[in-house]
């Protein structure tokens, strides 16, 4: 969807090939059912040189569409001949144009994604999608619960969300440990999409804490500011009803909350 403003609201942007041949305009809320025919979204990230906005989807595999909008087109389903099952973030190098993404498993689809931290399922991976010659590659395989990308501002590496372990991994894209991966920090809470921030650092949305108890002040952690250094510096709280999948901030000092519970999406003013 596209927010024109307050007077024109929102209107629709982009939708799988597969929106239109499944008759998905009808369909009324997603049910896991629709989802896998109609798509899920998880990850958009605009390449800001072409005006593409890269998709992830969970069902559709990774996606483009031009900066008019419409029928997006399928990029990617499958890498090193293993099938797309959850794909989730997405992240682009914008000086090279190479677009880094997540496979959350190998073996459960999103509408199991509880599966997927119960048992402690590694089957996820980190790839590079290169849009001059099309070509995927997997850049590590075996990770617990893929979930968000950010590329580093620097360009060096890229920090990806481990949503069950609570954690967020760092792998090096350029220098002197590239190929390689290690831990970045540890969490409070179960992370979905990571996104950079405006002082060189990241924000995390937290979908729910590590520790999370059903009772008490409705209040819980719902993002985190990480430093470049993986260090954490500043805590976003909110009701309980606010579980937000993604905290994007902007220069004018807002930040944007998405979330997939409530009906639309937050705004509020940064420190």
């Known amino acids: 969807m596209r927010w024109n403003g307050e007077a024109a609201g929102w209107s629709t942007y982009t939708y799988s090939p597969s929106y239109t041949n499944n008759k998905c305009a009808a369909s ?28 992830a989807d969970a069902y559709m595999g990774l996606m483009r569409v ?52 119960a048992t402690k399922d590694s089957t996820g991976r980190l790839m590079k999608y290169d849009p001059r010659t099309n070509q995927v590659t997997v850049l590590q395989s075996n990770i617990t619960y893929p979930n968000g990308v950010a590329i580093s501002a620097d360009r060096t590496h890229l920090i990806v969300a481990l949503t069950g372990p609570c954690k967020l991994m760092r792998y090096w894209i350029r220098g002197p440990k590239v190929g390689k991966s290690e831990p970045f920090v540890d969490l409070p809470g179960y992370p979905d999409n990571v996104r950079p921030d405006v002082k060189g650092g990241y924000w995390v949305a937290l979908h729910r804490e590590k520790y999370e108890l059903p009772f008490g002040p409705d209040n819980h952690l719902v993002a985190m500011r990480v430093s470049a250094g993986g260090k954490l510096v500043q805590q976003m709280r909110g009701p309980k009803s606010l579980r937000p ?3 994007m901030e902007r220069k004018d000092g ?18």
Do not use: W
């Open 245 to 247: 999948t993604e905290v």
């Open 66 to 117: 031009g900066p008019g909008g419409g029928e997006a087109t399928v990029l990617a389903t499958k890498a090193d001949g293993v099938p797309l099952r959850f794909t989730n973030g997405v992240d682009i190098d914008q000086v090279t144009g190479d677009v880094y993404f997540t496979d959350s498993s190998m073996n459960y689809q999103r509408s199991q994604h509880e599966q997927v931290t």
């Open 254 to 271: 807002k930040i944007y909350m998405g979330n997939v519970e409530l009906p639309y999406v937050g705004v509020v003013k940064s420190i």
């Open 28 to 55: 009324t809320l997603p049910t896991v059912q629709t989802e896998s025919k109609c798509g899920r979204s998880l990850g958009l990230r605009f390449h800001f040189k072409t005006g593409n906005l890269y998709i």
